[in-house]
RNA sequence: GGGCGAAUAGCUCAGUUGGGAGAGCGCCUGCCUUACACGCAGGAGGUCACAGGUUCAAGCCCUGUUUCGCCCACCA
C-alpha cells in the first residue's frame, strides 16, 4: 500500500470533496492522481523490499536498480492496479514510464532548457544539505530542526608568539578543517587578537585570527572556529575572507586523508570521539557543557544533515518569484485561510536559489551532457555529440533533479504541455488548490512560479489549506513514531465515509486535527443514521408507495424534477401538505442555504455539521416521528411518503461531498432516480420552500412535547404507559392545536388529550407553561405534591430571574434609545413571555398550596 | 531573535458582521417504543486564561500579562 500514500489523508479527503462539490455546482474537474511522488515512494519500498535480502542500493548501479525496480513492480503489478482501480484510476505502466526515462521528462527537460538558457539555472559551489544515509544533497525545505541535547565544548588553541584563545563548538570533528578563528568587531577584549596566528591542536595548521559582524561576542567563549568546507555560516565567512576550504569528511560521511592518518576513514561521530579524546590528552579540552540546540535532520530518513561543500545545479529564484508576488498582491489568487497569504509574501520576498540536483538513482536525470574536454550539452533530446566540440564522447550527469522539479509543473504537465492539447484549454487554470500549509514553499509557490513562467498565467484562482493531522498528543504523525494509523484499517474499522465525515466535520478551516480513533464513532454512528432512516422510507414507499408516480415504473425521471414548482404539479394525485410537511420542507430549505453559505465561505466543518444537524435532530427527531402516525395509521399515505422520498433525496445530495458512498448507493435505491447521485445538482436552496408560519408552529410544537415529556420524565412515568394530557391555550387559539392535536398525542405519548382556553388545572396535576400556553398533565396516584412544589419553586425562580434580566435591561434608557429596533423588540416579546408564564406557575402554585 | 496561532463544559473542540453560552464524547435517570441500543427520551455540568479599556451591550473589538503550540532566522 506504500505506494498509494503520497498525499495525507485529510487533505485527500478535502479535495475529493471539493471535485464532488463542484462537480455537482456543474464546474468541470479534472483529477490527475498520481505524481513523482509516488516514484519516491517506490524508491523507499523498493529499497526496502533490496535491504530485507541484504543490498544496500549504494552497491548498485543505477541500471542495476532500475532492474530491481521493474523487477518488484512486476512482482506487485496486479496489487497496485487493483489499489488504482479502487481508488478510479487506470494504469498503464510502461518500463519507460515506470523508470522516468523518457515520456514524463519531456516537460522537464523542457523547462530545465528554457530556464538554463535565460540563464536561470546554474551550477556553482555551494555550501548543502548533505544526507550521508541518502548519498544525496537536499534543499533546505527538507532539513528539519529538532533540539537535541548535546555538549559545548571548550578547546584551547595557542598563539603563535605565545598566549593562547579558547574556542567553544558543539561539533569537535570539524575542527580537523578549520582554516581560521574569528572574532567580533565589536569586542574590546579580544580584537586586539585580530591578526595574530593561532595554531590548530593535533594538526598544528597555522590560523589567522580575523573579525567578522557574523561573531556574537556573548556566545560561548567569544571566539569562534572557522571551517568553511562544514558549515554554511563558516562558509560565508570563507568567501569574505578568503580562506582556504579543508574537506575533512566525504559524502558517506566518513572523515578524509585530509584530517589527518589518525581520524582518516572513521565515521564523523566515532571521529568526534576520538578527537574529544586526543583533545583531552593534549591537555586543551579546557571545559564541555551540557547544550540544547537544534540539530538539522534529512526530513525523509532523520539522519544528521552534514553540511558538504559540493557543485550543484541551481535555479535562480528571484526572477521568478517577482511575478508571483504580484499575481498574489494583486489578489488574482488568494489565500484560505487568508493568514497564509502573508506566509507566502514574506517567503517570496527572502526567497534563496534552489537546490535541484539529487544523488538518487530514481527521478529525472538531469539533461546534460559533458564531453572529455568538460564542455556542457544541454538539450530535450539525447545528443549524441557534444554541442561545442562535436566529441562523441560524451557522458550524461549522473544526478537527477530534486522531485519538485517535476512537480512545479503539476498544473499543467500531466495536461500534455508543452503540446497545446484542449485538455490545457479546458482545465487550465483551475479553481482551487487544496493542500497542507507544510508544503506552500515545496509546492504551491512553486506551481505558481512555474505556471506563470511557463504558462503565462496563474495555474488556480484560490489556495485552500487544511490542516495537518496529528495524532492524540498533537505530534505530527510519522513512520519513526509510529503513530500513523493505517487509514485501510481505519476504513474496514469504521467505514470510508465515516471516515471522512468525522474528518470534515472535526477540522476548523487552517487548523489541525488532532486524531483519535473514538472520534469516528461520531461519524459512523451518523452514516449508520442515514443508512437506517432511508432503509425506513423505503420498507414504507415498498409497501404503499407504488400508486405514488401514477403507475409510472420507478425510475421514470428524477423525482426532484417532477417534485418542483411546489412540489405537486406533475405528481399522480394532488398532495395533501399537513403542517409538519411544509414544517420540514421549510427546514430542508433552511438547511441548503446555510450549507451553500458555509461552503462558499470555505468553513466546512460549519456546513457538515449543519447538514448533520438537519438529517438527524430535525428530519430523523422529529419529521419522521410525525411521519409514523400517518404511515402506521389509515387513511391516504402517499402525501408523506412523497414527502418522506423528496426530503431524502434532497438531504442525499446536500450529504453526497460529505457521505459520497453510502449516499449513492442509497439513491440508487430511490424508486425516482435513474442517474448517478453525484450528476445531480447540489441543492441551494428548495425554491418557494420557505414557511415562517410552519416554522412557528413546529416551535411551539415541540415546546409542548418536550414539557410533557419533561413531567413524564421527572415522575418516571415508564414510556409504554399512556398519560392523560391537556393542553390550555391562549383565547382564540384552540384552532392552532388542532392539527398538531396527533402529533403531541403520539410523541407525548398521551391516550387522552384535551386542549382549549377553558381546560382545567387543578390539584394533582403538574404543569408547565410554554410561552402563552400550558402544559398539563394529571398525575393520579403518581403526584408527589412536595415533588410538584420544589419543581415548580425552581422553574419560578428561573423565570423570575429571567424576568429580572430583561427587565433591567429594557428599563436602560439608553439600551431602548442607542440599541438596534429588532434587538428591543425582541427584548419586549421576550419579557411578555416571561410575564405570562410566570402567572402561569404562580397560578399552579396557589392550586396545589391552597388545597393542602 | 522575529512572525503567527491558541486558551470556552470532565475530555476534544465549534461559536462568520458585538445583542438569548453550543456540539460530539463522557457522566446521571428512564427506556430493546414495529428505521436505528452505532439507538430514544429527559437531565446535571461553564467567573468563555488573567487584568484593564471601548460600548447601552463584549466569548467576540482595543491594550497589557500568563501559559501552550507552530513557522521563519547563520548564534558556533
Redesign the pocket.
Known amino acids: 500500500t506504500g505506494i498509494l500514500h503520497v498525499g495525507h489523508v485529510l487533505g485527500d479527503s478535502v479535495q475529493d470533496f471539493f471535485i464532488r462539490w463542484k462537480h455537482m455546482l456543474g464546474y468541470n474537474t479534472l483529477f490527475v492522481p498520481g505524481t513523482d511522488h509516488a516514484g519516491i515512494a517506490t524508491q523507499k519500498v523498493v529499497e526496502n523490499d533490496l535491504a530485507a535480502r541484504g543490498i544496500m542500493r549504494r552497491e548498485l548501479s543505477r541500471a542495476e536498480f532500475l532492474e530491481h525496480a521493474w523487477a518488484w513492480k512486476e512482482k506487485h503489478h496486479e496489487q497496485i492496479v487493483k489499489q488504482l482501480k479502487n481508488l478510479g484510476c487506470s494504469l498503464d505502466w510502461t518500463r519507460e514510464a515506470f523508470t522516468l526515462d523518457a515520456a514524463r521528462s519531456h516537460a522537464v527537460r523542457e523547462v530545465f532548457v528554457r530556464l538554463y538558457e535565460k540563464s536561470l539555472i546554474y551550477r556553482g559551489n555551494y555550501m548543502v544539505n548533505w544526507c550521508p544515509a541518502c548519498g544525496t544533497a537536499i534543499s ?2 527538507e532539513v ?2 529538532n533540539e537535541r541535547d548535546s555538549q ?1 565544548y571548550w578547546i584551547r588553541y595557542p598563539l603563535r608568539g605565545g598566549g593562547s584563545l579558547v ?5 569537535p570533528e ?1 575542527m580537523l578543517g578549520d582554516t581560521a578563528v ?1 572574532v ?1 568587531p565589536d569586542d574590546a577584549d579580544k580584537k586586539d587578537l585580530v591578526g595574530r596566528t593561532a595554531l590548530l591542536p593535533l594538526i598544528g595548521r597555522e590560523l589567522p585570527v580575523i573579525a567578522d559582524d ?12 572557522i571551517t568553511p568546507a562544514h ?4 562558509f ?1 565567512m570563507g568567501e569574505r575572507h578568503n580562506l582556504p576550504h579543508v574537506v575533512v569528511i566525504d559524502r558517506e560521511g566518513n572523515m578524509t586523508e585530509a584530517a589527518g592518518s589518525a581520524f582518516s576513514g572513521l565515521d564523523r561521530f566515532a571521529c568526534r570521539k576520538k578527537v574529544l579524546e586526543a583533545l583531552d590528552e593534549e591537555g586543551v579540552l579546557v571545559k564541555t557543557e551540557p ?1 540544547r ?2 540539530v538539522g535532520e534529512h526530513d525523509r530518513c532523520q539522519t544528521v544533515i552534514e553540511p558538504l561543500l559540493s557543485r550543484e545545479w541551481f535555479v535562480k529564484m528571484q526572477p521568478l518569484a517577482e511575478p508571483a508576488i504580484q499575481v498574489v498582491e494583486r489578489g488574482e489568487i488568494d489565500f484560505y485561510p487568508p ?1 497564509w497569504r ?2 507566502y509574501l ?2 517570496m520576498h ?1 526567497i ?1 536559489d534552489w537546490c535541484i540536483s539529487r544523488r538518487l538513482w530514481w527521478g529525472h536525470r538531469i539533461p546534460v551532457w559533458y564531453c572529455a574536454d568538460g564542455h556542457l550539452t544541454v538539450a530535450i533530446d539525447d545528443p549524441t555529440e557534444c554541442a561545442a566540440c562535436g566529441s562523441g564522447d560524451i557522458t550524461q550527469d549522473e544526478d537527477v533533479l530534486d522531485t519538485w522539479f517535476s512537480s512545479w509543473l503539476w498544473t499543467f504537465s500531466p495536461l500534455g504541455w508543452p503540446r497545446k492539447t484542449r485538455e490545457l484549454e479546458v482545465f487550465h487554470p483551475t479553481d482551487v488548490l487544496v493542500t497542507g ?2 508544503i506552500i ?1 515545496f509546492w504551491v509557490a512553486r506551481m505558481i512560479m512555474a505556471s506563470l513562467e511557463f504558462m503565462k498565467e496563474v495555474p488556480f484562482r484560490h489556495v485552500f489549506l487544511t490542516g495537518i493531522v496529528r495524532d ?1 498528543q ?3 504523525m510519522s513512520k519513526s513514531l509510529g503513530n500513523s494509523p493505517d487509514p485501510l484499517d481505519i476504513i474496514d474499522k469504521y467505514g470510508t465515509d ?1 471516515f471522512r465525515f468525522t474528518l470534515v466535520m ?1 477540522s ?2 487552517g ?4 486524531f ?1 480513533e ?2 469516528l ?2 461519524g ?6 442515514i443508512w ?2 432511508s ?2 422510507i423505503a ?1 414504507a414507499y415498498g409497501r404503499y408507495g407504488g400508486e405514488l408516480l401514477g403507475g409510472k415504473a420507478p425510475g421514470a425521471g428524477s423525482f426532484a424534477a417532477l417534485w418542483n414548482e411546489r412540489y405537486k404539479k406533475p405528481l399522480a394525485f394532488e398532495p395533501e401538505l399537513q403542517w409538519e410537511d411544509r414544517w420540514v420542507l421549510s427546514a430542508l430549505d433552511g438547511a441548503a442555504r ?1 450549507v451553500d ?2 461552503l462558499r ?1 470555505w ?1 466546512l ?2 456546513a457538515a ?1 449543519r447538514v ?2 438537519f438529517f ?2 430535525e428530519f ?3 419529521y ?2 410525525l411521519a ?1 402516525i400517518r ?2 395509521g389509515e387513511g391516504d399515505k402517499r402525501s408523506v411518503i412523497a414527502v418522506l422520498l423528496f426530503t431524502l433525496g434532497e438531504s442525499l445530495k446536500m450529504l453526497h461531498p460529505f457521505v459520497p458512498y453510502v449516499t449513492e448507493e442509497l439513491w440508487a435505491a430511490l424508486p425516482m432516480t435513474d442517474d448517478l447521485l453525484l450528476e445531480n445538482r447540489y441543492p441551494v436552496d428548495i425554491a418557494g420552500a420557505a414557511d415562517p408560519g410552519a416554522d412557528e408552529r413546529m416551535e411551539l410544537f415541540r415546546g409542548l ?2 414539557a410533557a ?2 413531567i ?3 415522575y ?5 404507559t399512556r398519560i392523560e394530557l391537556r393542553v390550555k391555550t391562549p383565547e382564540g387559539s384552540r384552532k392552532a392545536l388542532e392539527e398538531m392535536a396527533a402529533g403531541i398525542k403520539q410523541l407525548a ?1 398521551a391516550d387522552r388529550f384535551d386542549y382549549g382556553p377553558e381546560v382545567s388545572k387543578e390539584k394533582g396535576t403538574a404543569s408547565s407553561p410554554v410561552g402563552g400556553f400550558e402544559v398539563i398533565v394529571p398525575l393520579s396516584g403518581v403526584a408527589d405534591i412536595k415533588a410538584e412544589l420544589e419543581r415548580l419553586r425552581a422553574e419560578k425562580r428561573k423565570v423570575e430571574h ?1 424576568l429580572s434580566t430583561m427587565e433591567k ?1 429594557l428599563s ?1 434608557k ?2 431602548v ?4 429596533e429588532d ?1 428591543v423588540n ?2 419586549r416579546d ?1 419579557r411578555e413571555a416571561l410575564h405570562t408564564e410566570l402567572s402561569k406557575i404562580e397560578e399552579s402554585l396557589n392550586i396545589i398550596e391552597s388545597q393542602s
Open positions: 533546505d525545505e528539519k530542526y559545548l574556542v567553544a563548538t558543539t561539533r570539524t574569528a567580533s557574523a561573531v556574537d561576542p556573548e556566545f560561548g567563549s567569544g571566539f569562534v572556529k558549515d554554511p555560516n563558516d560565508e547544550y540546540h537544534a493568514r502573508n506566509v514574506s517567503w527572502n534563496r500549509s507544510e514553499f492524540g498533537g505530534r505530527k465515516a472535526l476548523p478551516p487548523r489541525d486535527v488532532f483519535v473514538e472520534k464513532e461520531m459512523r454512528n451518523f452514516v449508520n443514521k437506517q432512516a432503509r425506513m420498507s446555510d453559505e458555509n465561505g468553513r466543518n460549519d455539521s448533520y444537524e438527524w435532530s430523523c427527531d422529529w419522521l416521528e409514523k404511515l402506521y412535547v418536550t415529556r419533561n413524564r420524565a421527572l418516571r412515568i415508564n414510556p409504554s405519548r429571567d435591561k436602560n439608553d439600551f434609545r442607542k440599541a438596534k434587538v425582541r427584548a421576550r
